[in-house]
């Protein structure tokens, strides 16, 4: 049996420049070629988790099917592979020093002196080496977060070090760095990588591929320049130009032969191409719809590029599935109230109303929903977004006045939307809503039926509050009908209004498990709707 190989891919020079999409794609190129592939990612930050993180900090919390709340490029990873991912695939530095901490604790070190080094870098090679030997990867890529110099990164790099001395030939090095192109001097600049190589050989560490972002193409001169002074071969120096999709990415990487020389240097097969039929037939449609629909994503923000990733993501994959471009406008919902509403929605053919917490922008998305239900435009809304639609119904069809959630206003006149009854006497805040997959059963002849094509699904979910079943009949006499409900908990998960065009709320997060080769089909049917 083939040993695992492992991959590590750092940053230098800026944040931001793509790391996680360049893991995505590297491994979804050796997927293609028959190899067994997964990613992890290690965050430098001290949080246990990004789940008590506000968006603005760390952009949007992820969830997998085990009920894990991490980093968004989790994300990134199963779209591109459209293999689920476990709490297993995002460590963070919290994570390593409370199980250190509890080991100590106790008396596991038997009173040694508790250091960085080897206790901490041992526990991060445990979790590195975790995946790979609990399912059995053909290859474990490891993104590691933030870039080379940072001072909470040093431990990670340092076990990469470790690792790379250990493992020899099954370990390898790719690091991600910037060449900025200077207007004035109408040049590349490769002083960046350079220097961001140099810190990585300080910290022991001698990268075996070396990816560049460019605007530009680079020259077979500037690939001989990097090449010199970072002690790499030509052929690892691999360019990854802007491009306007994710999703060309891999393509990219493929043109530039970053899966061979990868393979290559691990001492293993290249098996056949890659195939990427698929891929490109997905990518083809996205870039050449045959009609485009405007729909208007209410939200508290969406000033941030990364707070709403998933339901970005997912409405490009059912974008393409109906050969359709979804223009996105992004509406912050503090902007909307009844005055304002019908200026600010009026161009919109469906109206998606996001997740999220507390009570800064609910009113707006309120209103937003009563816009969308008067005027029978297409409306899908998503955890907090279907609360809303169920506390909009509730005041103005079913004239309860003071209808609300007691998540906004714990003295609720009609509280139709409650705090779980297990959530009750809950005092921490990580990791412990109602986190993962649970079981959903469909009803027949309904929109979510229809999309689904199956009677028993199952989907994510990240929340405290639900639908107050005590309030169901009242509901459904009025003609908004429970559609999906968990068969264990009787848990309200879908509600729908059947006398209109398109009109379903979900208390899951959809979007979540909508991947290229897998659109989400409630987003699928949204988007057909909208488009009609």
């Known amino acids: 049996m083939v040993k695992t190989k492992y991959i590590f891919v750092t940053g230098g020079v800026t944040s931001s420049l793509g790391k996680g999409i360049i893991s995505a794609s590297l491994a979804k190129l050796l997927q293609a070629r028959g190899y067994k592939v997964t990613i992890q990612k290690l965050d430098p930050y001290i949080n246990i988790d990004p789940g008590t993180m506000n968006p603005y900090e760390h952009g949007e919390c992820y969830v997998t099917e085990d009920g894990a709340e991490t980093d968004l490029d989790l994300g990134h990873y199963e779209r591109f592979l459209n293999v689920p991912t476990s709490k297993n695939n995002n460590v963070t530095t919290g994570k390593i020093y409370q199980t250190v901490i509890n080991k100590e604790r106790r008396g596991d070190y038997l009173g040694k002196t508790v250091q960085i080094i080897p206790h901490i870098t041992d526990e991060i090679k445990r979790r590195i080496k975790l995946l790979g030997s609990k399912n059995k990867f053909d290859v474990v890529i490891t993104e590691i977060g933030g870039t080379v110099g940072d001072i909470e990164s040093l431990p990670y790099i340092e076990a990469v070090r470790q690792l790379k001395w250990e493992m020899q030939s099954d370990c390898l090095v790719i690091h991600l760095t910037l060449v900025p192109y200077l207007p004035a ?53 691999i360019e990854s130009i802007d491009v306007a999709s994710i999703y060309e990415v891999p393509l990219l990487m493929k043109k530039e032969k ?81 005055d304002s509403a019908g200026e600010i929605l009026k161009e919109l053919k469906g109206i998606l109303v996001a997740p999220g917490f507390g009570h800064r ?44 959630s007691t998540e906004m206003d714990h003295s609720s006149q009609h509280p139709v939307i409650d705090i779980m009854e297990e959530q009750k006497g809950v005092l921490e805040k990580g990791g412990t809503m109602r986190l993962g997959a649970y079981p959903c059963k469909l009803k027949k002849d309904t929109k979510a039926m229809a999309a689904y094509g199956k009677t028993l699904i199952t989907e994510r979910h990240r929340h405290r509050f639900e639908f107050n079943n005590s309030y169901l009949e009242q509901y459904e006499k009025a003609g908004m009908i429970a559609t999906g409900i968990n068969p264990d908990s009787q848990l309200i998960e879908i509600m729908e209004i059947p006398s209109l065009k398109w009109f379903v709320g979900v208390q899951f997060h959809p979007e979540f498990k909508s991947t290229v080769m897998s659109p989400h089909p409630l987003f699928v049917s949204f988007v057909k709707a909208a488009a009609e």
Not at 197 to 224: A, F, H
Not at 267 to 294: C, I, M, R, S
Request: charged share 25%; glycine share 8%; with cysteine.
């Open 185 to 237: 001097s109408g040049e590349l600049k490769t002083k960046p990588t350079q220097h961001s190589v140099k810190m990585l050989l300080e910290n022991g560490v001698q990268p075996d591929v070396l990816v560049l972002r460019t605007q530009r193409t680079l020259t077979i001169d500037v690939r001989k320049k990097v090449a010199l002074f970072c002690n790499v071969e030509i052929s690892s120096v």
């Open 258 to 338: 970053l899966d061979a020389t990868v393979l290559t240097k691990l001492g293993l097969a290249l098996n056949n191409e890659p195939d990427l039929k698929q891929w490109t037939l997905f990518l083809n449609k996205l870039k050449n719809p045959k009609k485009q629909v405007k729909i208007g994503l209410i939200g508290k923000y969406v000033e941030l590029v990364d707070a709403y990733k998933s339901i970005n993501e997912a409405f490009a994959h059912a974008g393409a599935v109906n050969e359709c471009k979804v223009d996105l406008r992004l509406i912050n919902s503090e902007t909307i109230n009844e």
């Open 361 to 404: 922008g609910f009113e707006g998305k309120v209103t937003a929903i009563r816009y969308a239900r008067k005027m029978n435009i297409p409306f899908f809304g998503s955890c907090l977004g279907m609360q809303c639609a169920v506390v909009e119904f509730g005041r103005d069809v079913l004239n309860l006045q003071g209808a609300g």
